[in-house]
């Protein structure tokens, strides 16, 4: 049974915000005899601002919600994105970088989701506004080996039992190799070599049976979870959560005439060599409805945010728009399941840094 007091709240909002977005927006920024607005650009920052009111009802307490840009170390263009309606970060572990006209720029580490707000798009503006998202999101792609402030916790245990196991294993395997081996023939042992050729040896050097047998049982179990660690490490390609979310909001998107297929028309928006992880998370039409994946594989046929799981791509879908806002209902769910999965990395400041080299024998006062 849902909760009446959760639903009505929730209902509420959906009620104000979309009328606020489709109608009273229009209604302060439009004469009565006019089709154009007063000021184009107030009537854009009035919508963005609803939208970042409206999320704040489902968004984890630990994130802030604003506007600005996304940086990340690089030195060229790449180093920052276009201006962003909608970003959500981690309020604890974001520096405040400010220019002197008052434009925030948010490290990518910190950064959980970012947003585009739109009024009425055509497919054309519509694979603009996904590119630049597609962009923002590859952001994270330059990171190499980051430290952690919050991940999904079966990531994060994963990661330290396949470590303590790992170490568990090269003891076991180091004691007895010393303890079986002459000293001279210990490099061909070292756990750097491949599986079949340590394999090789220990049948070779190694003459108790049931010794060897202990042996590449443990060495099995070393690099399976050698295999295992290495696969739960941040890594944008096969752990989604590592990913930063994106999505688009708009009152309305145009299809061509002769679309028949809404999902797949916004899919061939993208270019062909954009890796699956990067597409978009949602899209959500206000009146149209929401676009989003799925497990089409799976008995279930379950709805997904992500565009892709490890190595398991979901097929693009869409769900039309009806009178109960279930669309937009499913949108706030998913937003706040994906927001409270997403990994928040440590912002390393050194690397915002220009690097200069130290001379040992500068003089100090």
């Not at 006209?101 to 739109?118: D, M, N, S």
């Not at 997904?304 to 869409?318: A, L």
């Amino acid at each position: 049974m849902p909760n009446k007091y959760f639903t009505e709240i929730l209902n509420t909002n959906i009620e104000i915000f979309k009328n606020n977005f489709c109608n009273k927006s229009k209604e302060l920024f439009k004469t009565e005899n006019s089709k154009s607005y007063i000021h184009n650009g107030e009537f854009g920052m009035y919508r963005e601002a609803l939208v970042r009111e409206f999320i704040r009802y489902f968004t984890p307490g630990k994130f802030s919600i604003s506007e600005g840009f996304v940086i990340n170390h690089r030195q060229n263009e790449s180093g920052r994105s276009t201006q962003c309606d909608v970003i959500l970060f981690d309020k604890s572990a974001t520096p405040l970088v400010q220019d002197p006209a008052l434009q925030r720029f948010y490290p990518i580490e910190t950064v959980a989701a970012v947003g585009e707000v739109k009024s009425v798009l055509t497919e054309t503006t519509l694979k603009k506004a996904l590119n630049r998202l597609a962009n923002t999101k590859r952001m994270r792609d330059i990171l190499k080996d980051p430290s952690l402030i919050y991940r999904t916790e079966h990531l994060r245990s994963n990661v330290e039992n396949s470590q303590q196991r790992i170490e568990e294993c090269v003891y076991f395997h180091n004691k007895v190799v010393q303890r079986e081996v002459n000293p001279s023939d210990l490099n061909k042992f070292k756990l750097n070599l491949a599986q079949d050729k340590i394999i090789t040896n220990i049948k070779n050097y190694i003459k108790e049976h049931s010794i060897q047998e202990k042996l590449i049982d443990n060495l099995d179990k070393y690099f399976y979870h050698k295999e295992n660690k290495r696969n739960n490490e941040f890594n944008l390609n096969t752990n989604h959560e590592d990913n930063i979310l994106t999505f688009l909001i708009c009152e309305k998107i145009n299809f061509n005439k002769n679309t028949n297929n809404k999902a797949k028309a916004v899919i061939d928006k993208y270019p062909s060599k954009l890796k699956k992880e990067f597409r978009h998370n949602m899209i959500l039409s206000l009146e149209d409805g929401l676009f989003l994946y799925q497990d089409e594989f799976s008995q279930s046929k379950k709805y997904s945010q992500y565009p892709k799981k490890k190595n398991k791509e979901f097929k693009h879908v869409f769900i039309p728009s009806d009178s109960q806002n279930t669309h937009i209902k499913i949108f706030s769910n998913y937003l706040f399941m994906a927001l409270s999965d997403v990994t928040i990395l440590y912002p390393e400041i050194t690397h915002y840094l220009e690097h200069t080299v130290w001379n040992p024998n500068t003089e100090i006062e």
